[in-house]
Structures are given as structure tokens and as C-alpha cells.
């Protein structure tokens, strides 16, 4: 039996309801179904073999899709592209307020894709954070985790505001703010040199994309000015869409 072939064998047998799906034949659609059957699934233990046989999975798409190393230039920079492929200090994740992930299958959200490249342990790892606080995560507070099989070295996740009518009041403009700095300060705390942010709220959570990039510039370059001493060095804005890059390459070209 090979790598794909035992991971999802493993995860249909921990579920009666998996029991009349089949293991595709292609390649891709074993990926597909090994990705979503691991959304699907809630916290809990796991097999040892499992977990090698699923790093060793991951490590091998990460290969496929190739590590990021940006320069080491300090300061504020755009990147665009897939934030699971950038080596850095930490990425940010723009999670719900459960913090273990999205349990949709195959969802393009970046809390899914990050959850899906890092491996089980990452909602594991969540999971053990929410049982200690004994509550859902408030918005624009942050935390950070390790990353597995990701090539940076942690995953700070902070709950964004959600804007139904993509009209955000103040206090909701100000809650964007405070993931960024609590971000910011997160880093800092934990010596980390250099900061992934994905565009936090927009998207899914609808927040109106040029002022989520106006709000993250100006909370990200206020943090650096009032403190000087702080081990932050390099702030990635990690966009995926070109309407992105292009409305930080507007902001940053003004600072």
C-alpha cells in the first residue's frame, strides 16, 4: 500500500459514515480526498504511523510547490503568491474564532490552506490552546502555535472582524488594527526577525480590501516607530490577488 493509499485508508476507517468512498485512482484526486478528509476531522489523537506517513506527504508537496526565501532586506515588502511556501520567522493566519481551522473541504480560505499544508497536529495544537482558555477567540487578539510541516518557523493566527454588508463601523475598523498590532507585539515577544501578514478580513470576512491594506500599513509602520527596539525586522504583506498588490504597491510607494 503506498503513502496516499495508507493516509486515506487511516481516516476513512475512523469514521462509519466514510465507509462506501472509494480511493480514488489519480494522484491529484487522492491528494483531494486526503486534504478534505483532514478538514473534515475533528481534534484528537492520531496514529504515530499516521503522522510520519503524512509528514513525509507533506514535505514532499511542499518540495513540489517550492520553498520561498525572500531577501533579507528590513522593512515593509509585497509578495505575491501561496504564504505556505514562504520560509520566514511566521506567517499569519486570518482564523475563526473556534481557531482550529476551516472545516469545509478543498475551502480556498487561507485558514484552510494553512491547516491543510501544516498537518493535523496544527488543530491539535489549536485545540489544546482553546480547552485552556475555555472560550472562543475575541477578535483582534492573536496567537501563536508552531508550524509543522510549513517551512517557517511559526503560525500566528488572529481572528479578523467580519463585515456582512462590507461596510465596517469604527469599532470594527479598529479591531482590524488590533490584530495587526497584536500580531506585531506576538512577533516581538517571541523574537521573531521577520513577519508573513496575509490581507486579514477580506475576502471571506468581506472587509473592504483598500482600507484592510490602508489600516495594516498604517498599524504595522506605527508599531515599528514606537518600537525602535523590537526584534521585527522584515514585514511581508503576502498578497494573492492582483487588486492587492496593486493597492500596496500604491500605500507602500507613499511611505
Known amino acids: 500500500m503506498n503513502r496516499l493509499d495508507y493516509l486515506i485508508e487511516y481516516l476513512l ?11 480514488p485512482e489519480s494522484i491529484g484526486e487522492k491528494r483531494n480526498l486526503f486534504r478534505a478528509l483532514c478538514n473534515v476531522r475533528e481534534p484528537k489523537p492520531i496514529g504515530e504511523e499516521f503522522l510520519r506517513l503524512q509528514d513525509e506527504e507533506l514535505q514532499a508537496q511542499l518540495q513540489e510547490k517550492g520553498i520561498v526565501q525572500l531577501s533579507e532586506a528590513q522593512g515593509l515588502q509585497i509578495w505575491q503568491g501561496d504564504i505556505t511556501r514562504l520560509k520566514v520567522d511566521a506567517i499569519v493566519n486570518a482564523a ?27 488543530r491539535e495544537e489549536c485545540n489544546r490552546l482553546m480547552l485552556r482558555q475555555g472560550n472562543e477567540e475575541p477578535t483582534g487578539q492573536a496567537k501563536i502555535t508552531k508550524s509543522y510541516n510549513l517551512p517557517c518557523k511559526y503560525v500566528i493566527h488572529t481572528v479578523g472582524p467580519i463585515i456582512p454588508d462590507g461596510i465596517p463601523m469604527k469599532f470594527q475598523r479598529n479591531q482590524l488594527a488590533s490584530c495587526y498590532s497584536s500580531v506585531m ?60 498588490r496593486q493597492i500596496y504597491e500604491r500605500l507602500l510607494s507613499l511611505e
Not at 13 to 23: A, V
Not at 189 to 217: D, K, M, R, W, Y
Open 185 to 244: 507585539q506576538l512577533a516581538d515577544e517571541n523574537h521573531l526577525e521577520s513577519v508573513a501578514f496575509c490581507c486579514i478580513s477580506t475576502g471571506e470576512f468581506s472587509f473592504p480590501n483598500q482600507l484592510a491594506a490602508e489600516i495594516a500599513v498604517k498599524t504595522v509602520c506605527h508599531f515599528l516607530e514606537t518600537n525602535r527596539n523590537t526584534t521585527v525586522k522584515q514585514v511581508v504583506f503576502c498578497v494573492f490577488k492582483d487588486i492587492d
Open 13 to 23: 476507517k475512523e469514521d462509519p459514515k466514510y465507509s462506501e468512498i472509494q480511493i
Open 96 to 122: 475563526n474564532s473556534r481557531m482550529l481551522g476551516c472545516f469545509h473541504p478543498l475551502h480556498k480560505c487561507i485558514d484552510n490552506a494553512i491547516h491543510s499544508a501544516a498537518g493535523v497536529q496544527l
